[in-house]
T-cell receptor
């Protein structure tokens, strides 16, 4: 499966600031996703990162708070804007390559552990 | 967001014991995936299931896609200390085809 690298792996930020998380894949993939995992919780999909167009956001997540870029088939960024302590979570990038066939599993990066003071 | 019902929530077992966990959904899925997450890491895919009734093994792990397409189970045989972690089921189906995650099962193995 693809090797997925996320940067930074962790950060501690001040409230009101913004942080951009990068996700780099070692091969081209059709689909890239961003998830949030709050402390002790399961994974919740934030959005699907679409190459060359605006991301598709899930209910409860908006572009102003979580702007996403996907300039090509191997790279995406997620920005967490105007952070508050409630944004303290693990943010995970995942990929899925539909060129291998219609039904493919998603593979995840190691996540970015974000703490907001 | 929507989540699958996964049980048990946690398990504390002795090394060598077998483990079973399951997920149920009110919706029909066409894919069931099982992941394991270690502390400080992202979820790692263990087993992928694509057909109702399918039974698939990966070493000491066995998972099945329920006949009703609304449930799946994961068994771990002869558990070892490195099996410790959080296990998540994930299902996909319906018009959106999004991946929906279970609530997780925390597994602790006493040597």
């Amino acid at each position: 499966s693809a090797v997925i690298s996320q940067k930074p792996s962790r950060d501690i930020c001040q409230r009101g600031t913004s942080l951009t998380i990068q996700c780099q894949v070692d091969s081209q993939v059709t689909m890239m996703f961003w998830y949030r995992q709050q402390p002790g919780q399961s994974l919740t999909l934030i959005a699907t990162a679409n190459q060359g167009s605006e991301a598709t956001y899930e209910s409860g997540f908006v572009i102003d708070k979580f702007p996403i870029s996907r300039p090509n088939l191997t790279f995406s960024t997620l920005t967490v804007s105007n952070m508050s302590p409630e944004d303290s979570s693990i943010y995970l990038c995942s990929v899925e390559d539909l060129r291998r066939g219609g039904n493919q599993p998603q593979h995840f990066g190691d996540g970015t552990r974000l703490s907001i003071l | 967001g929507q989540q699958l019902n996964q049980s048990p929530q946690s398990m504390f077992i002795q090394e060598g014991e077998d483990v079973s966990m399951n997920c149920t959904s009110s919706s029909i899925f066409n894919t069931w995936l099982w992941y394991k997450q270690d502390p400080g890491e992202g979820p790692v895919l263990l087993i992928a299931l694509y057909k109702a009734g399918e039974l698939t093994s990966n070493g000491r792990l066995t998972a099945q896609f329920g006949i009703t397409r609304k449930d799946s189970f994961l068994n771990i045989s002869a558990s070892i200390p490195s099996d410790v972690g959080i296990y998540f089921c994930a299902g996909r189906g319906g018009a959106t085809n999004k991946l929906i995650f279970g609530t997780g099962t925390l597994l602790a193995v006493q040597p």
